[in-house]
Nanobody, 120 residues
Framework: QVQLVESGGGLVQAGGSLRLSCAAS????????MGWYRQAPGKQRELVAS???????DYADSVKGRFTISRDNAKNTLYLQMNSLKPEDTAVYYC??????????????WGQGTQVTVSS
């Protein structure tokens, strides 16, 4: 069973920074596609950033140039460095793991989420 545990959320002023971490266990972390999602009150969950096993990254347009996703396969940990935070970044942030179970089939796992609140 894959387990994902997020940490690093909190309250920060606009313009500030936070770094989220996601500790993974229960699978071969290095072959998982990993991602950060967020969900604000009354809104759908949305993809913030993703990183594939080879290291290629992708970002939502709203966070490009401000957020950086990275992974440390030796530590089984995913990170999200968030700079120049804006009030609209306020949301619960979730870690996601796409675990390959065959060549084109992945099973998704989610962490419990961590709250990020950006005050204006």
């Amino acid at each position: 069973q894959v387990q994902l545990v997020e940490s690093g959320g909190g309250l920060v002023q606009a313009g500030g920074s936070l770094r989220l971490s996601c500790a993974a266990s229960g699978s071969d972390f290095s072959i998982n596609t990993m991602g950060w999602y967020r969900q604000a009150p009354g809104k759908q969950r949305e993809l913030v950033a993703s990183i594939i096993p080879g290291g290629t990254t992708d970002y939502a347009d709203s966070v490009k140039g401000r957020f950086t996703i990275s992974r440390d396969n030796a530590k089984n940990t995913l990170y999200l460095q968030m700079n120049s935070l804006k009030p609209e970044d306020t949301a619960v942030y979730y870690c996601n793991a796409g675990v390959p179970i065959s060549r084109f089939v992945f099973r998704n796992y989610w962490g419990q989420g961590t709250q990020v609140t950006v005050s204006s």
